[in-house]
Nanobody, 117 residues
Framework: QVHLVESGGGLVQAGESLRLSCAAS????????MGWHRQAPGKQRELVAL????????NYADSVKGRFTISADNVKNTVYLQMNSLKPEDTAVYYCIVETSLWGAVWGQGTQVTVSS
């Protein structure tokens, strides 16, 4: 099984930055992609960013392009989300997701990000 440990959420003002991290206790060879989704109150969960393990290919939601950067440390099986120029509309619970070949998609417990105006 896969266990995910998220960290880095918090309360910041608009324009500030936060960095989220998610460490996966999975076999290196079973992970295909890692990334983040988010869910704001009253809204559906949405993709924020994903990164492929083998080639480091990335994709982002249009709303975060140019402000957020996803990266990964394949040795540590850890994915990071650097969030700059945060906006109040970025306020949400951010969930780490790890897509594996053995166990399918595995979700983290979520970490709250709150951006005040």
């Amino acid at each position: 099984q896969v266990h995910l440990v998220e960290s880095g959420g918090g309360l910041v003002q608009a324009g500030e930055s936060l960095r989220l991290s998610c460490a996966a206790s999975a076999s290196t060879f079973s992970i295909n992609r890692m990334g983040w989704h988010r869910q704001a109150p009253g809204k559906q969960r949405e993709l924020v960013a994903l990164i492929g393990k083998k080639y480091g290919d990335t994709n982002y939601a249009d709303s975060v392009k140019g402000r957020f950067t996803i990266s990964a440390d394949n040795v540590k099986n850890t994915v990071y989300l650097q969030m700059n120029s945060l906006k109040p509309e970025d306020t949400a619970v951010y969930y780490c997701i790890v897509e594996t070949s053995l166990w399918g998609a595995v979700w983290g417990q979520g970490t709250q990000v709150t951006v005040s105006s």
